[in-house]
């Protein structure tokens, strides 16, 4: 998302390139992937797109897009239906294991704890899995599976720990990346020893959302970074109530965001 920012000359094909895929993956989530083959045009964009990412994108993510292409070569889905092409994906793909569930004492099992090796403690969904990046480590992924409260969205949320000087921690801040108009909701974030900030950014006419939380630990130089990517049901206004929203459908977001302090594990 950051190279995305830092290239809006890039945006207008990079929603092209995704609006390809739209129709295919709604027949899948439909029960109709069999209805729906994968065209050469697809795959041609796509290969395309991710080209450019890795060229110019840090050495993490292009060692990360060189290790998918060559676990799944693109052209292999070329003629396949959606549902083949799942089915080849699922027997073909093992997942980084998850990380061991330690359940937060009396939280009725809806919480589950993880303490950073930097001994940073956060609280999580126990109905979510964690998993640890294998090229970055100190970005972990915290990811929905099935049990959510009727009421919340679940979406994947992204947690990078790493060690910030003071003096660079408001360079680190992903609020620098987002003009103005883009920010629809942000405050502060009140918790003792992790401070910071949180926001929440839009672009006119997209049905999409970014949710963040920067907290900073000056005495530790600690720095995590909360990360969800959000779709909506309908296109954000201005007049929407965006605490009560986070407290209710994203009550995870703001759970993590709160419970975030220093213990060594």
């Known amino acids: ?24 993956l709604e027949a899948l989530l439909d029960g109709e992937g069999d209805t729906v083959q994968i065209t050469s045009e697809q795959v041609e964009s796509l290969k395309a797109e991710l080209n450019w990412f890795a060229s110019v994108g840090g050495p993490a993510l292009r060692e990360d897009i060189e290790k998918e292409q060559q676990r799944f ?21 093992t997942p980084d294991p998850a990380i061991q569930q330690f359940l937060v004492p009396d939280s ?24 640890i990046s294998e090229s970055e480590k100190d970005i972990i992924y915290f990811i929905p599976s099935s049990g959510m409260p009727e009421q919340w969205n679940p979406c994947v949320m992204k947690v990078r720990i ?20 883009s920010i629809v909701w942000e405050g502060f974030v009140q918790n003792d020893e992790f401070p910071g900030v949180e ?17 900073y630990n000056q005495e530790n130089q600690l720095a ?21 929203m986070i407290n209710q459908r994203f009550e995870y977001f703001q759970h993590m965001v709160d419970s975030i302090h220093m213990q060594m594990p």
Not at 86 to 91: G, K, M, T, V, Y
Not at 225 to 244: G, K
Request: aromatic share 18%.
């Open 224 to 244: 995590v970074d909360i990360w969800v990517f959000v779709t909506v049901d309908s296109q954000v206004s201005d007049d929407l109530d965006y605490p009560t």
């Open 162 to 181: 790493w060690n910030v000087p003071v003096n660079e921690q408001d360079a680190n801040n992903p609020r620098s990346w987002y003009s103005a108009e």
């Open 108 to 131: 009725d099992g809806k919480w589950a704890y993880y303490i950073h090796d930097k001994g940073v403690y956060l609280e999580y969904p126990s109905s979510y899995s964690l998993q």
């Open 199 to 215: 926001f929440i950014s839009s672009k006119p006419n997209l049905m999409q959302m970014h949710f963040h939380a920067f907290q």
């Open 73 to 93: 070569p693109l052209d292999i889905f070329v003629g396949m239906t959606m549902s083949e092409a799942l089915d080849f994906i699922n027997s073909s793909w």
């Open 1 to 24: 998302m950051q190279i995305s920012f830092n290239h809006p000359e890039k945006e207008e094909e990079f929603w092209r390139v995704t609006r390809l895929f739209i129709p295919g």
